[in-house]
Nanobody
Framework: QVQLVESGGGLVQAGGSLRLSCAAS????????MGWFRQAPGKEREFVSA????????YYADSVKGRFTISRDNAKNTVYLQMNSLKPEDTAVYYC??????????????WGQGTQVTVSS
């Protein structure tokens, strides 16, 4: 089992940037595909981005493509989400997730507690 802890959220003005981090502990981090999801108030949780265990493949929701970049450092057991050109509609709680079933498609089993991102207009 893997434990996930997100950090890096906060309040930023529209057009600004934030970098989220997700630190993993437990079983071998490099065996997990990792993902980021978000949930805005009153809305369902939605997929944001994912990265394969090796980092060679990345995936993005259309709404963030070209603005967000996912990356991982397996030596540091950490996955990142660099968020640029932030918009008020990016405001949400962002969750890190992990899976080791060998996708895609990915079925994320492990989740962090979330970090709040608020973008002011």
């Amino acid at each position: 089992q893997v434990q996930l802890v997100e950090s890096g959220g906060g309040l930023v003005q529209a057009g600004g940037s934030l970098r989220l981090s997700c630190a993993a502990s437990g079983r071998t981090f490099s065996s997990y595909a990792m993902g980021w999801f978000r949930q805005a108030p009153g809305k369902e949780r939605e997929f944001v981005s994912a990265i394969s265990w090796s980092g060679s493949s990345t995936y993005y929701a259309d709404s963030v493509k070209g603005r967000f970049t996912i990356s991982r450092d397996n030596a540091k057991n950490t996955v990142y989400l660099q968020m640029n050109s932030l918009k008020p509609e990016d405001t949400a709680v962002y969750y890190c997730a992990a899976e080791d079933k060998g996708g895609p498609p990915y079925e994320f089993d492990y989740w962090g507690q979330g970090t709040q991102v608020t973008v002011s207009s």
